[in-house]
């Protein structure tokens, strides 16, 4: 051992008991709103409907909440909880375009879910990492 220096080792254990709330993210519903006003000049249909789905993920952001607890991914409407998924029926889960993730598809024992990420993606890919490891 050196003279003077002492040796410290430090584990990093993630605190996978607290509830992790995902801040919302407004930039797929930000690009495809933009994407669709030039869009409306040449198929009016078309850019309309994108920019209406824009509007839609929009309100989603603003209004859902995802939050991470030590057993359950729960979404919220304001305080009301709408939705639980326990991690202990996960099967897999995966996000789509690691550079620009736009997809969440989680697979439970009985369905399938994909979510468009309206949310914090790396909070949510850590949040997932730490509770829910790939098998």
């Known amino acids: 051992m050196n003279a003077g220096f002492e040796t410290v080792t430090r584990t990093y254990a993630p605190n996978a008991a607290s509830t ?48 991470f ?9 304001g305080e009301k909880l709408i939705r639980r998924f326990p991690y202990q029926e996960w099967q897999n889960w995966r996000i789509f375009w690691n550079g620009v993730p736009i997809l969440f598809y989680f697979k439970e024992v ?19 990492e730490e509770r829910c490891p790939r098998t």
């Open 20 to 67: 992790v709330e995902l801040k919302p993210s407004y930039n797929i519903p930000v690009v495809l709103v933009i994407a669709a006003i030039p869009l409306i000049l040449v198929q009016p249909i078309a850019g309309g409907a994108i920019a209406l789905f824009g509007l839609f993920l929009m309100f989603q952001a603003v209004t859902l909440r995802l939050q």
């Open 69 to 77: 607890t030590a057993t359950d991914l729960d979404i919220y409407r």
């Open 110 to 128: 009985k369905s399938i879910h994909f979510l468009p990420i309206i949310f914090d993606p790396n909070t949510l890919k850590t949040c997932l």
